[in-house]
């Protein structure tokens, strides 16, 4: 009589258990699937990108020397151009409006054939705004003669952290060799 017991009472605790174990798994995958329900953020912003005069925000480091554009063959004269450029990004083209953000980093001409191409490796980082501090990543292929181009985001960190996306950039003016270029941003992340 008292094994019968004790047998069922170990066998109850036993489902108990079982069902514990079931719930804490549900629980855990519950938070987990709620923190990495993925979310989209779009950003529009204007970069500002001065190659020349006193305000230059990107500097040519190599060669030095300009690239003469009436060459019989600009593109192969410009390729292996190389510029660092600290950016800033504004709320509008007006460059006097408000500053959201900056873009830091490298861009190179990498391409020696039909058309102007750089590559971008560049980080964006918020300075205003409810992503103030956040960064993401950009590598990719700007043919910078094209209306639009697109360019992929490959990383980012705070809000974000684990990003994925895309650019769309367009020339919104252009005065000698400085632009003002609208950015299109989509991202997805998980925080
Ligand atoms: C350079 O920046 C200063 C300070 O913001 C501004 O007053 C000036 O107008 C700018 N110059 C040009 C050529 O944009
Ligand atoms: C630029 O290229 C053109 C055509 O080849 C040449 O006549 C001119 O001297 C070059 N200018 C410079 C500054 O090298
Ligand atoms: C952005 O964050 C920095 C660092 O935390 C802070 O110093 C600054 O005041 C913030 N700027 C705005 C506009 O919130
Ligand atoms: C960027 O977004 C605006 C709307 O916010 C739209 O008018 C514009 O066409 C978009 N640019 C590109 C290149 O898709």
Do not use: W
Request: hydrophobic content about 40%; some cysteine; proline content about 7%.
């Amino acid at each position: 009589m008292a094994n019968i017991c004790s047998t069922s009472s170990s066998s109850s605790s036993s489902i108990n258990n079982v069902l514990f174990l079931l719930l804490a798994v549900l629980l855990v995958f519950f938070i987990n699937t709620e923190a990495l329900k993925p979310k989209v953020t779009r950003l529009e912003f204007y970069m500002h990108d001065i190659v020349s005069g006193p305000n230059q925000t990107a500097v040519r480091v190599a060669p030095t020397e300009p690239v003469n554009f009436t060459s019989p063959d600009p593109i192969a004269a410009s390729f292996g151009s190389l510029s660092v450029l600290d950016n800033p990004l504004t709320a509008t083209p007006d460059p006097k409006s408000p500053l959201l953000g900056r873009a830091q980093g490298i861009y190179a001409m990498s391409s020696q054939h039909e058309e102007f191409s750089l590559l971008m490796t560049l980080t964006y980082v918020m300075v205003s705004g409810p992503y103030n501090g956040s960064t993401f990543s950009v590598v990719g292929r700007n043919p910078v003669m094209e209306d639009v181009r697109e360019m992929p985001i490959v990383g980012g960190t705070g809000t974000f952290r684990l990003a994925r996306g895309y650019c769309l950039a367009q020339t919104h003016s252009l005065n000698e060799m400085n632009a003002v270029i609208r950015y299109n941003v989509t991202l997805i992340h998980y925080y």
